[in-house]
């Protein structure tokens, strides 16, 4: 069964960065593509990045350009690197893993492993 856990999460100021990572266990990495999502206290979980199995990337509006999805096959570990951070982006931060080529962040149901999520808070 695959696990995830993600790290990285802390306070940061408006403007600033962080990286986020998930260590992706108990399956063929090769086979998943992945998936950043987050939840901010009294909305819905939001995608905020999705990485195929092939690299193709995808963004919403609402971050591209601020964040990059990237990750280290080697050691199994997806990041996600959030720079010019904004009061809007303060959630918890979740990875998610589906098996197959492609994902998608507007597609939360299709992912069947998730992390146990990783707190960002942006502060001015």
């Known amino acids: 069964r695959v696990h995830l856990v993600e790290s990285g999460g802390g306070s940061v100021h408006s403007g600033g960065s962080l990286r986020l990572s998930c260590q992706f266990s108990g399956g063929r990495y090769s086979s998943y593509c992945m998936g950043w999502f987050r939840q901010a206290p009294e909305k819905e979980r939001e995608g905020v990045a999705a990485l195929d199995t092939d690299g193709t990337r995808t963004y919403p509006d609402s971050v591209s350009g601020r964040f990059f999805v990237t990750k280290d096959s080697r050691k199994h570990t997806l990041y996600l690197r959030m720079r010019d951070l904004q009061l809007e982006d303060t959630a918890v931060y979740y990875c998610?893993?589906?098996?197959?080529?492609?994902?998608?962040?507007?597609?939360?149901?299709?992912?069947?492993?998730w992390g146990q999520g990783t707190q960002v808070t942006v502060s001015s």
């Open positions: 998610a893993a589906k098996k197959g080529t492609t994902c998608w962040f507007t597609r939360p149901y299709e992912y069947t492993s």
